[in-house]
């Protein structure tokens, strides 16, 4: 997707296309929501993201990789909004043909919200911790997402808690008893597919920020020290 919005758009201009094309998304799902609170829940984060990213932008530029990947969740978000994760009919075509017992849009969310938070995550870490270039940069990643999949999950059972059934629609299990493992397996999948897929990828990009290595060496993680032992020569 990158490469095909950099042929028809300039590189700079990329970002503030997608901000308008989110924009335009948010707009279009929240008119005839299927149900005003469910699309307010799963679109808070666009909500909130969006304008962040904005206002930050002067002083942190994202990479136009990241920039393309935030646009797409977000339209994912946006459809899941409007019409409910269980109710989505590209997953309801999906789940009649080829037999499924649910609607499987839930976990195709959930597998994007491992993959873009991935790069999300790989970015700030790479940009403001001496992790550029470590062998820890990429499990740490993943256990991030994963971390923040969890906190969703908590998130989702304290809106069951206090709503009732009117948060069914927001949690989408679907009558799985194992919805809640499900979406953290799918997020953890997700996001160690991102980090194999898409790791090159982005450091080209975070090299065209300036974003260098903060340690040398094949990624380790410790800075190379004057050894300090004295030696000293045998006796004639």
């Known amino acids: 997707m990158t490469a095909v919005l950099h042929s028809a758009v300039p590189r700079r201009r990329l970002p ?5 094309v989110v924009v335009v998304g948010l707009a279009v799902s929240a008119w005839g929501a299927r149900d005003r609170t469910t699309w307010f829940l799963e ?3 666009v909500l909130v993201g969006l304008p962040l990213v904005v206002l930050t932008w002067r002083r942190f530029p994202l990479t136009n990789l990241l920039c393309c990947l935030l646009a797409v ?3 994912v978000l946006a459809v899941g909004g409007h019409y409910t994760y269980a109710q989505v009919p590209l997953g309801d075509w999906v789940r009649d043909t080829f037999g499924l017992d649910r609607n499987p849009y839930d976990r195709f969310g959930h597998l994007m919200q491992g993959f873009v938070p991935a790069v999300l995550v790989r970015e700030l870490l790479s940009r403001t911790s001496p992790l550029r270039g470590s062998r ?16 969703f999950e908590m998130l989702e059972w304290l809106a069951a808690v206090t709503g009732g059934h009117s948060a069914d629609a927001f949690l989408a299990t679907q009558g799985d008893v194992w919805d809640t493992q499900w979406d953290m397996f799918c997020a ?28 040398g060496g094949g990624g380790s993680t410790a800075v190379p020290r004057t050894s300090t032992v004295r030696t000293t020569r045998p006796l004639p």
């Open 16 to 20: 503030a296309v997608l901000a308008v």
């Open 136 to 151: 820890w940069l990429a499990p740490l990643t993943v256990c991030a997402c994963l971390a923040f999949s969890a906190v």
């Open 188 to 215: 953890l999948i997700g996001a160690t597919v991102s980090v194999l897929v898409l790791s090159r990828l982005h450091d080209r990009q975070l090299d065209t920020l300036g974003v260098t290595p903060s340690y």
């Open 43 to 45: 679109t808070v984060w």
């Open 73 to 75: 969740h977000a339209l």
